[in-house]
């Protein structure tokens, strides 16, 4: 009865084990190294949060936001990274200033 219960236990480990490991390799296939004078497209694939929080270590360094609005057909900048947010699934463009490491989004050149 005892090796049920151990086998029990060993196979639950594995599965959250495989699913922590799952579920962070996913997080990190979502960040992009960024180079300087390149504009990137994607889409933001993280939780809605303020613009400055999603950028991360980018926003120090960053040269132009801009986010696509469907009203005007077109990328415009943001306002107010401090305050202004970035919702899931938003369609942007993005340049930096120098090298850095951006997460959360789904990109392109």
């Keep these: 009865m005892r090796n ?3 086998l029990a236990v060993l196979g639950a480990g594995a599965i959250i084990g ?3 490991l799952w579920t962070s390799r996913a997080s990190a296939s979502a960040c992009t190294k960024l180079d300087p004078d390149v504009r990137y497209y994607g889409t933001y694939i ?3 949060q303020r613009v400055k929080t999603a950028l991360s ?3 120090a360094v960053i040269w132009t936001l801009d986010v696509y609005n ?3 057909n077109d990328y ?3 306002v107010n990274p401090e305050h202004d947010f970035l919702i899931s699934g938003s369609k942007i463009a993005v ?3 120098a090298p850095c490491k951006l997460c959360g989004f789904k990109l392109i050149l």
């Design 18 to 20: 495989g699913t922590i």
């Design 46 to 48: 993280g939780p809605t």
């Design 57 to 59: 270590e980018c926003y």
């Design 4 to 6: 049920k219960e151990v």
């Design 76 to 78: 415009i900048p943001v």
């Design 95 to 97: 340049r930096v200033q």
């Design 70 to 72: 469907e009203d005007e």
